[in-house]
Nanobody, 124 residues
Framework: QVQLVESGGGLVQAGGSLRLSCAAS????????MGWFRQSPGKKREFVAR????????YYADSVKGRFTISRDNARNTVHLQMNNLKPEDTAVYYC?????????????????WGQGTQVTVSS
């Protein structure tokens, strides 16, 4: 089992920044690729970013490319999502997830473990 706890969400004005964190416990963190997903009211959960086990490979959704950065610290069992130039359409509950694959996946069904989510609200 891997337990994931997100933090860092909140209310921010458009153009602002937030840094989300996800703390992992349980099994060896470096054995898992990590991903961030988000879900807005009335919409399906969507992929945001993912990072490989080592942190050397990252992928982003087109909607956040150039504004968001995913990173991880395997010594501290954490993964982060730095979000800059936030837009109202970024408003959602953000979830981190763990995938036993090497580099993660775009598909939520490939992730075995999920956090409870943290709310991000961007006002215009």
């Amino acid at each position: 089992q891997v337990q994931l706890v997100e933090s860092g969400g909140g209310l921010v004005q458009a153009g602002g920044s937030l840094r989300l964190s996800c703390a992992a416990s349980g099994r060896t963190f470096s054995n898992y690729a990590m991903g961030w997903f988000r879900q807005s009211p009335g919409k399906k959960r969507e992929f945001v970013a993912r990072i490989s086990r080592s942190g050397g490979v990252t992928y982003y959704a087109d909607s956040v490319k150039g504004r968001f950065t995913i990173s991880r610290d395997n010594a501290r069992n954490t993964v982060h999502l730095q979000m800059n130039n936030l837009k109202p359409e970024d408003t959602a509950v953000y979830y981190c997830a763990a995938d036993s694959g090497l580099s993660g996946s775009y598909y939520e069904l490939d992730y075995a473990y999920w956090g409870q989510g943290t709310q991000v609200t961007v006002s215009s």
